[in-house]
């Protein structure tokens, strides 16, 4: 008797079982720039519908009550967003400050731009987009009241015509001026630039230490001296916050500093002064040490510096620059086990002592600089499988 066995064709080609796909690296790159855009065009929308009708009225009111402080008396604020102006013949002139005559746009524009491009300098940027506003809403303050003026002494159409032709290219040139004192203000001096934006080193970078991406550097005589001044940094520390916390931020910015005098030294001064900023700790002076491990090439300062580290395994690991300064070293010793071990001196040949008895003195042998190690004999397989003996058993 047959028995027929339905047999079921395997699924092949387009119908065969896939492996989800994972994102590409292009794809996660596309995720951060499309999450700064977002953020940017939210701060836009928000601060526009919220700030935009706060800018026309303080606007209108400030031009007013400047030039009625200059002596200017045919002008009124009466009506909210206007601009009233009574001239000598009896016409009378309605300007309205609209979304576009105020500083609004710009103001958002620089805003965005502090969060999405300048937010890796935190307080710095907080400061200069500050500045930059303020900026901003002086000049189109200057702008809106000269237009009033020309209103005012010649009519309408010149007020247009200001408002027009020479208000735009002022506001963009005021825009565009922001935008560079913002820039000027929250990127470091060129005599005390260390990093740029991303961290990395711009200017007095050692020669020894070039490598790509680590952008550009200033000739030594292009960059000016330093010189002590007042800052508002200085102040804050040094007056306003308290001496722990002060102290505190100070060695949290020094943890995160790359000190790049250490490769103008001589290889026998950067031995040693890599072996005195391992020597503080290797938290302290953290980046630092992982610069000099990354560019520097002369094998006696790196042998330093990881005999230095190797000597303070008992420092707990709590962030990932003491992680790899610890990898780096652990591999520099494996690579290289002939450097950390001490040269060995010549043997020095022991005195001979002079019997009483009158025998001649018996010449003794120079000992060894070092006993050969003998490797242990093997265990037996039985004694490998028995439990080591406790502290019961071992009486």
């Given at each position: 008797m047959a028995t027929a066995v339905a047999v079921v064709p395997l699924e092949r080609g387009r119908h065969r079982y896939r492996r989800p796909r994972r994102p590409r690296r292009s794809g996660r790159r596309l995720v951060p720039v499309l999450l700064d855009l977002a953020l940017a065009v939210v701060i836009c929308a928000v601060g526009f519908e919220y700030g935009a009708g706060f800018l026309q009225v303080h606007e209108a009111r400030w031009v007013a009550d400047v030039l009625t402080l200059a002596g200017v008396e045919s002008v009124s604020d009466s009506l909210e967003r206007h601009i009233l102006v009574f001239r000598a013949d009896g016409e009378i002139i309605l300007a309205e400050v609209t979304e576009s005559c105020s500083s609004i746009l710009s103001v958002l524009g620089?805003?965005?731009?502090?969060?999405?491009?300048?937010?890796?300098?935190?307080?710095?940027?907080?400061?200069g987009l500050v500045v930059a506003v303020a900026a901003?809403?002086?000049?189109?303050?200057?702008?809106?009241?000269?237009?009033?003026?020309?209103?005012?002494?010649?009519?309408?159409?010149?007020l247009v015509l200001f408002h027009d032709w020479v208000g735009t290219v002022w506001n963009l040139a005021a825009t565009l001026g922001g935008f560079l004192l913002m820039v000027c203000i929250t990127?470091?001096?060129?005599?005390?630039?260390?990093?740029?934006?991303?961290?990395?080193?711009?200017?007095r970078r050692p020669g020894s230490w070039a490598r790509p991406g680590l952008g550009y550097r200033l000739a030594d005589e292009q960059v000016p001296s330093s010189s002590r001044r007042l800052n508002l940094t200085g102040l804050m520390y040094r007056y306003v916050l308290p001496t722990r916390v002060a102290r505190w931020m100070g060695a949290r910015r020094e943890a995160g500093r790359?000190?790049?005098?250490?490769?103008?030294?001589?290889?026998?001064?950067?031995?040693?002064?890599?072996?005195?900023?391992a020597g503080d700790g290797l938290g302290a002076h953290a980046a630092s040490l992982v610069a000099v491990a990354t560019y520097d090439d002369d094998p006696a300062v790196l042998d330093v510096l990881a005999e230095s580290i190797a000597a303070r395994q008992w420092e707990p690991v709590t962030n990932h620059r003491i992680a790899a300064l610890r990898l780096w070293a652990r591999g520099w010793l494996l690579r290289h086990p002939d450097r950390d071990a001490a040269p060995e001196s010549a043997p020095v040949p022991e005195p001979a002592a002079v019997p009483d008895d009158g025998e001649a003195p018996t010449a003794r042998l120079p000992r060894a600089a070092a006993r050969p190690s003998v490797p242990p004999a093997p265990r037996p397989r039985a004694a490998a499988l028995l439990p080591a003996p406790t502290t019961q058993d071992a009486r």
């Open positions: 620089l805003t965005a731009l502090t969060a999405v491009v300048l937010r890796g300098r935190r307080q710095h940027a907080v400061a901003l809403l002086v000049l189109n303050h200057l702008r809106l009241a000269g237009s009033t003026l020309a209103g005012l002494v010649w009519g309408t159409p010149a990127l470091p001096t060129a005599e005390r630039a260390e990093q740029d934006v991303a961290g990395r080193h711009t200017a790359i000190d790049y005098r250490i490769g103008h030294l001589p290889s026998a001064e950067r031995a040693a002064r890599v072996r005195a900023l």
